[in-house]
């Protein structure tokens, strides 16, 4: 599989990251504390998987090898042939 992230690519800030939540719609510009908190779980629970690392405070970054997965899986899907 050709690299087209760097490692790099696979990192986030927190800030970062509840900004990018909030944008697509996954919590509240306006979330209370509880929701952000869920958020936060399910990132632990990745991070227990091995599909996230917190290498240095504030900061998260996706495993290659959960990218990759990723990658593998949307590549199988069937895609529908327009004309």
Known sequence: ???RLTDEDL???HAALCAWLA???????????A???KVYAKVKK???AGDVRIPEEGHY???????ER???ANAAQPRA???
Not at 61 to 67: F, G, I, K, N, Q
């Open 1 to 3: 599989m050709a690299k």
């Open 11 to 13: 990192t986030i800030g």
């Open 23 to 33: 944008a697509l719609g996954y919590i509240d510009k306006s979330a209370p504390k």
């Open 35 to 37: 929701d952000i908190m």
């Open 46 to 48: 990745a991070e227990e």
């Open 61 to 67: 970054e996706l495993t290659r090898s959960a990218y």
């Open 70 to 72: 990723f990658a593998a």
């Open 81 to 83: 042939r327009t004309a």
